[in-house]
């Protein structure tokens, strides 16, 4: 029973990769999310260091997004040697770029996977309804892999229909998660990828640790619990969803 993990930010992590895929032996691979240019250099290189192991993606988180017209150039040069595009999106919680540039930013992500027919990573908090109509209005559901979603009944329903793939993490086992829970038991096997989003969102029975790719394992548990779905299916189908959507 082989992983993968579709958002781990390797590059990121302050610790040596080389030990945490080491640790990771059930994950056959993992994309390694760009959040801003260097990041997404940086990708690019754990991807040359481990190839196969590791893919790359280049993108602007919207954390940073006021920073896209600078960033925006060394993004787009290096869109063509990479998985996906991204992390973008839209993060309305900590509003640390103003609204509208994390907006012009996350179309011109869009944009970006559009013309290069890429797979988008979008991160969605507290923006359901404005990144909705943005996928909604661009037609780039299909390529979307929502990250880390946290959406109920109500929003998983209104996204699905957009044709989007969710990708769980950690918080789906949190004793806190009831309402994404709730959210995953609609999602069809298809559309569903599991992710750890190292070094953050750590699962039980290791929540608050520093997270890594070897814990992908128990998101994809919980998820099986959800699904009332054995586990090596549930591995199964999410590394072949992740295997379409990112190495097509």
């Given at each position: 029973?082989?992983?993968?993990d579709?958002?781990?930010?390797l590059?990121?992590?302050?610790?040596?990769?080389?030990?945490?895929?080491?640790r990771?032996?059930?994950?056959d691979?993992?994309?390694?999310?760009?959040?801003?240019?260097e990041?997404?250099?940086?990708s690019?290189?754990?991807?040359?260091?481990?190839?196969?192991?590791?893919?790359?993606?280049?993108?602007?988180?919207?954390h940073?997004?006021?920073?896209?017209p600078?960033?925006?150039?060394?993004?787009?040069?290096?869109?063509?040697g990479?998985?996906?595009i991204g992390?973008t999106g839209l993060d309305?919680?900590?509003?640390?770029s103003?609204?509208?540039?994390q907006?012009?930013s996350?179309?011109?992500?869009?944009?970006?996977?559009?013309?290069?027919?890429k797979?988008?990573?979008v991160?969605?908090?507290?923006?359901f309804?404005r990144?909705?109509?943005?996928?909604?209005?661009t037609?780039?559901?299909?390529?979307?892999?929502l990250?880390s979603?946290?959406?109920?009944?109500r929003?998983?329903k209104?996204?699905l229909d957009?044709?989007v793939?969710f990708?769980?993490?950690?918080?789906?086992a949190?004793?806190?998660?009831e309402?994404?829970?709730?959210?995953?038991?609609?999602v069809?096997?298809?559309?569903a990828?599991v992710?750890t989003?190292t070094?953050?969102?750590?699962?039980?029975?290791h929540?608050?640790?520093?997270?890594e790719?070897a814990?992908v394992v128990f998101?994809?548990?919980?998820?099986?619990?959800?699904?009332?779905?054995?586990?090596?299916?549930?591995?199964a189908?999410?590394?072949?969803?992740?295997?379409?959507?990112?190495?097509?």
């Open positions: 029973m082989t992983w993968v579709t958002h781990c930010h590059q990121l992590d302050g610790r040596e990769p080389s030990v945490l895929l080491d990771a032996s059930a994950v691979w993992m994309v390694a999310p760009g959040v801003d240019a990041s997404s250099r940086a690019l290189a754990l991807a040359g260091e481990f190839p196969g192991r590791v893919l790359p993606t280049a993108g602007l988180h919207p940073e997004a006021a920073s896209w600078e960033q925006r150039e060394a993004i787009e040069e290096m869109a063509p990479v998985a996906a992390e309305f919680y900590r509003d640390l103003p609204r509208d540039q907006e012009a996350f179309r011109g992500h869009i944009e970006l996977a559009l013309s290069q027919s797979p988008i990573i991160h969605c908090r507290d923006a309804a990144i909705h109509d943005i996928i909604d209005e037609g780039v559901g299909g390529q979307t892999v990250h979603w946290t959406g109920g009944t929003w998983t209104r996204f957009l044709g793939t990708s769980f993490s950690g918080p789906l949190f004793e806190t998660g309402t994404i829970r709730f959210g995953a038991a609609l069809p096997p298809d559309r990828v992710e989003d070094p953050y969102l750590a699962p039980p029975p929540r608050g640790e520093q997270n790719p814990w998101v994809g548990r919980a998820l099986a619990d959800v699904w009332g779905t054995p586990v090596e299916e549930v591995a189908v999410t590394s072949a969803n992740a295997t379409r959507i990112f190495k097509p």
